[in-house]
């Protein structure tokens, strides 16, 4: 499943899977006209047009070149837009339009109807000797006609890509999806856990802090392999292993970290610790050359707060894409400060602690986000406002103490910088007011 997930995020997989279909389509259309002698009913027959050797030759040569153009001027096309979106918004969220399935769908339709057509050309042919004037010609009408039914959904599938592409640029649109992605890693990861948490134990807790500590001071170190970033850990292969080898994996990283080839990502403690053992825990932990917020919840929350953060820059000046970004985060994050937030530790079904890893919280994020709000935005008032109200929204939904006091600390360190932003007095006031609103709303959580 994972080979699928990261297969399905690649921008050339459907293509090359459509144009697959269209290798197996042009030859079993090809197969059924030969060994079928189609005869249809008058009304039917007129459906099937019958155009002949040459006819059949210039369809399928304009269909074949049409479709390769056109893919040629859609390609481009999106180029564009990676490279808009990449100098406007962050190189980041060059991810969302390649793993866009419409662009994927459409590039794959015209790729796969220019192979199709170039097939079934191929196909039309003199059977017997080729300098006998009175040898058969072999045309495939059924093929043919079907390419026709190919140019007409190629027409259809123009119009919807323009539609798309023109809708995919609209800052709305880009923030909507990283605000889904946000939402459903939260929806995946925290409701989920990985082996068992001690709350599920029917027995006392082990002393698992001790367990934890002991198996990274005596651990065997289990380094990364190659350098990039933790994309994914596969915690149901860690329990395994430690499970078999009767130990302890204490985890050093978490989806999103950057890691050498050297680094130590895990520590294993066991009586007798082998090379398969420690290859099984270096092949859990995945390290790909870009991050992917599949498990990696703060990429989503970075990408969101990049685009608000750009948007204050000199050269945009935009405050309200960034107050559409904030409105976008405190969707993601409302929703993981009412969630309980996972166990660290990973315990098999006998009970015994197998997995220590590290987490990060939504106080943790929130507090990422404010910091650089307060960072960046200082000097746009409707910006500030737009942190406050994402402070409440949180606050609503927080079910820690924790996660309220740090949106306590984080409002009076917003207004202590707008305070000293040079902002007009009413500005000040007005400022100040919504914060004690804001610190009045927490307090009755």
């Known amino acids: 499943?994972?080979?699928?997930?990261?297969?399905?995020?690649?921008?050339?997989?459907?293509?090359?899977?459509?144009?697959?279909?269209?290798?197996?389509?042009?030859?079993?259309?090809?197969?059924?006209?030969?060994?079928?002698?189609?005869?249809?009913?008058?009304?039917?027959?007129?459906?099937?047009?019958?155009?002949?050797?040459?006819?059949?030759?210039?369809?399928?040569?304009?269909?074949?070149?049409?479709?390769?153009?056109?893919?040629?001027?859609?390609?481009?096309?999106?180029?564009?837009?990676?490279?808009?979106?990449?100098?406007?918004?962050?190189?980041?969220?060059?991810?969302?339009?390649?793993?866009?399935?419409?662009?994927?769908?459409?590039?794959?339709?015209?790729?796969?109807?220019?192979?199709?057509?170039?097939?079934?050309?191929?196909?039309?042919?003199?059977?017997?000797?080729?300098?006998?004037?009175?040898?058969?010609?072999?045309?495939?009408?059924?093929?043919?006609?079907?390419?026709?039914?190919?140019?007409?959904?190629?027409?259809?599938?123009?119009?919807?890509?323009?539609?798309?592409?023109?809708?995919?640029?609209?800052?709305?649109?880009?923030?909507?999806?990283?605000?889904?992605?946000?939402?459903?890693?939260?929806?995946?990861?925290?409701?989920?856990?990985?082996?068992?948490?001690?709350?599920?134990?029917?027995?006392?807790?082990?002393?698992?802090?001790?367990?934890?500590?002991?198996?990274?001071?005596?651990?065997?170190?289990?380094?990364?392999?190659?350098?990039?970033?933790?994309?994914?850990?596969?915690?149901?292969?860690?329990?395994?292993?430690?499970q078999e080898a009767g130990g302890v994996v204490h985890l050093r990283v978490r989806p999103g970290q950057y890691v050498l080839q050297d680094s130590v990502v895990a520590h294993l403690h066991a009586d007798a610790v082998g090379e398969d053992a420690l290859d099984a825990v270096r092949d859990a932990v995945q390290v790909d050359d870009a991050r992917s917020p599949y498990q990696d919840v703060s990429f989503a929350v970075q990408q969101l707060t990049e685009l608000a953060v750009r948007a204050l820059s000199p050269g945009t000046n935009d405050p309200f894409t960034a107050v559409n970004a904030l409105d976008d985060l405190s969707s993601g994050l409302s929703l993981l400060a009412q969630r309980e937030m996972p166990s660290t530790r990973r315990y098999d079904d006998a009970g015994a602690l197998r997995v220590c890893a590290p987490q990060v919280g939504a106080v943790e994020l929130t507090s990422t986000v404010l910091d650089n709000v307060r960072w960046y935005a200082v000097t746009s008032p409707s910006v500030m406002h737009a942190a406050l109200d994402l402070v409440r929204r949180v606050g609503r939904h927080a079910r820690h103490r924790d996660l309220r006091a740090r949106l306590l600390t984080q409002v009076r360190l917003l207004e202590e910088a707008f305070e000293r932003a040079d902002h007009q007095q009413h500005d000040v006031e007005e400022y100040a007011e919504r914060v004690r609103e804001t610190e009045r709303v927490l307090a009755q959580v």
């Open 1 to 242: 499943m994972p080979l699928l997930r990261q297969l399905g995020e690649r921008f050339w997989f459907v293509p090359a899977l459509l144009c697959l279909v269209a290798v197996v389509l042009s030859q079993l259309l090809v197969w059924v006209d030969r060994v079928w002698e189609m005869s249809l009913p008058g009304w039917a027959d007129t459906l099937l047009y019958r155009v002949g050797e040459s006819g059949s030759r210039d369809i399928l040569g304009a269909i074949a070149g049409s479709s390769l153009a056109v893919a040629g001027t859609t390609f481009s096309i999106t180029m564009a837009v990676l490279a808009l979106t990449s100098s406007s918004y962050g190189p980041r969220l060059i991810r969302n339009f390649m793993t866009d399935r419409g662009n994927q769908v459409v590039l794959g339709v015209y790729v796969a109807t220019f192979l199709y057509s170039l097939l079934v050309l191929r196909s039309v042919r003199a059977i017997g000797d080729p300098g006998d004037p009175e040898a058969e010609v072999f045309v495939p009408h059924l093929a043919v006609n079907f390419a026709v039914v190919l140019a007409v959904l190629n027409v259809a599938v123009l119009i919807y890509f323009i539609h798309h592409i023109s809708d995919s640029i609209q800052i709305s649109t880009i923030s909507r999806r990283v605000r889904t992605d946000l939402r459903r890693t939260v929806e995946r990861l925290y409701p989920e856990q990985v082996g068992h948490g001690p709350e599920e134990l029917d027995g006392p807790e082990p002393h698992t802090e001790e367990a934890c500590d002991h198996a990274e001071e005596h651990g065997e170190p289990v380094r990364a392999g190659r350098q990039g970033y933790v994309t994914a850990v596969h915690g149901d292969d860690l329990v395994r292993t430690a």
